[in-house]
């Protein structure tokens, strides 16, 4: 066989595998970028939905803490109310009736 020939069919061999490898790497890599794509897309919607989360906890605690001042400042009022009212049983001679709290 002429050695051109089988430098030609082994050359040709070669090139066909690195061809074949070539192709292959380039499918495993576009396979990674789609990989790390979702995996981008993903990440960058669990972030999206903790943020709202983080925001609406931050909102509701808002809320709670103002209805929390509003109680209190309502409970306030009212001690004040039942200590006028007692001064005013104790001034009329009355000895005010006291009733323990639940729990005690």
């Known amino acids: 066989m002429d050695p051109a020939i089988v430098v030609a069919?082994?050359?040709g061999g070669f090139g066909i595998v690195s061809m074949a490898y070539t192709a292959r790497q380039a499918r495993l890599a576009r396979q990674d970028k789609a990989e790390e794509d979702a995996r981008l897309a993903r990440l960058a919607a669990e972030d999206g939905a903790y943020r709202r989360a983080t925001e609406f906890d931050i909102s509701?605690?808002?809320?709670?803490?103002?209805?929390?001042?509003r109680q209190a400042e309502q409970i306030r009022a009212l001690q004040r109310q039942v200590a006028y009212l007692t001064r005013q049983i104790t001034d009329a001679g009355l000895v005010p009736i006291t009733v323990p709290e639940e729990g005690s």
């Open 9 to 11: 069919v082994i050359g």
């Open 60 to 69: 509701v605690q808002a809320r709670m803490q103002a209805e929390i001042a």
